[in-house]
Each structure stands twice: as structure tokens, then as C-alpha cells.
């Protein structure tokens, strides 16, 4: 079955440093997502990636995250400056076409700023 | 705003027994709702979805209804073993925008 892979599964890093996660979606899917769940809380939307550019981003992705397809198959997700409060799991997600099927999640990276 | 939102945080079943986990939706706009299953340290994982023109749908020992009259989706388990113990979470969209998702409800199977 197809599977949207994330690395590195943690990452610890200083904070102020930067920081870039990332994924491999599914290898036809044309939608790619982020979302970050901190721990004990609900899975929260980043930011929505269609056609080479944002589509929908939330309040959450601000100025210090940014993300890019550099190169057809990797999607990836950059902090700046990370802060304490960044540390969560960070997950990615496809789909292929709108609304035909429930996203496909990575397992996430899980992000720890000390 | 318009949330998603879970009735209760935690349930405990006996093995073999049948569960039940709710969700309450605000945003009547939404046409497609999902349940995810969550194991630890893993990503969310598609169980069943349903859209806003059904209110039941059933799948391999789970079953989801909607209630769009009062903003109620619910997943029933049937039989429910040790391994559907995780965290389940409702999500939902209106056509083209963002899965949003519920705070989440732990289910714990007891052998």
C-alpha cells in the first residue's frame, strides 16, 4: 500500500535554529499538507500545497515556516528561528483528488526545541 | 470560530464489547466527514468517512453515523479488540478546505 514516508523521524534542535522537515508523498497525489499535533492535543492544519504554491495556510504559519517541492517527489516544511513552543509532531499528508478519500498521513517527525 | 469537538476524552470498553465515540461538529457547511485512528508515536490513519448526503456507513466492524440535524457523528466498533485501543479523532471539511480535526477520545480495551 502506498505511504506518504517522513524523516527524520525526531529531530532536536536549538532553539533559534533552523529547522527542515520532510516527506515523500504519494507518488500520484497532487495535494500535500502539513499539520502539527502538540503532544495531548488535537491534530492542527499548517498549511495546504497545490500546483507548486500555498493554497491555504492557517494563523499557526507565520513568517518563520516556510515550505517547497524542490524536486517533484520531496515536500518539505522549514522552521527559521524555531522556538520552545514549536516542539510537536509535525505530519504530512496527500491525496490525490479532492474529497475522494480521507488524507494519507506519514507517521510524522517528531520536533523537540530545547 | 466553527470547531470540531469531542463529547468524551477517554473510554474504556471490554474486549469483545461494542464501542461507541462521539463527536459533535459546529459548522454546517461541512459535507464530508473522517475518523481517524491514532496509535502512539504513529500517524492518523483512515478508518471511515462519510459524506453529508448519507447518515450511516458501515465498513469491516466499524460503523459511522451522522446526524445532521443535530451536528452528531459518531463510530461504533463492534466486538472491540485490544489492538483498536488508540486515539480516534473526527475530522471534517467543507468542499475544498482543510481537514479539521477534534480534540481526540483514547479508547482502552480491557482484556
Known amino acids: 500500500e502506498p505511504e506518504v514516508t517522513q524523516t527524520p523521524s525526531h529531530q532536536v534542535t536549538q532553539m533559534g535554529q533552523e529547522v527542515i522537515l520532510r516527506c515523500v508523498p504519494i507518488?500520484?497525489?497532487?495535494?500535500f499538507y502539513w499539520y502539527r499535533q502538540i503532544l495531548g492535543q488535537k491534530v492542527e492544519f499548517l498549511v495546504s500545497?497545490?500546483?507548486?504554491?500555498?493554497?491555504?495556510k492557517s494563523e499557526i504559519f507565520d513568517d518563520q515556516f516556510s515550505v517547497e517541492r524542490p524536486d517533484g517527489s520531496n515536500f518539505t516544511l522549514k522552521i527559521r528561528s524555531t522556538k520552545l513552543e514549536d516542539s510537536a509532531m509535525y505530519f504530512c499528508a496527500s491525496i490525490g483528488t479532492w474529497g475522494l478519500y480521507g488524507y494519507t498521513f506519514g507517521s510524522g517527525t517528531r520536533l523537540t526545541v530545547v | 470560530g466553527e470547531s470540531v469537538g469531542l463529547h468524551l476524552p477517554t473510554l474504556s470498553v471490554q474486549e469483545g464489547d461494542n464501542s461507541i465515540i462521539n463527536c459533535a461538529y459546529s459548522?454546517?457547511?461541512?459535507?464530508?466527514f473522517i475518523w481517524y485512528k491514532q496509535e502512539s508515536g504513529k500517524g492518523p490513519q483512515f478508518i471511515i468517512d462519510i459524506r453529508s448526503n448519507m447518515d450511516k456507513r458501515q465498513g469491516q466492524r466499524v460503523t459511522v453515523l451522522l446526524n445532521k440535524t443535530v451536528k452528531h457523528l459518531s463510530l461504533q466498533i463492534a466486538a472491540t479488540q485490544p489492538g483498536d485501543s488508540a486515539v480516534y479523532f473526527c475530522a471534517e471539511n467543507s468542499g475544498n478546505t482543510p481537514l479539521v480535526f477534534g480534540k481526540g477520545t483514547r479508547l482502552s480495551v480491557i482484556a
Open positions: 507518488s500520484n497525489h497532487l495535494y
Open positions: 459548522n454546517s457547511a461541512s459535507d464530508y
Open positions: 500545497f497545490y500546483n507548486n504554491e500555498i493554497s491555504e
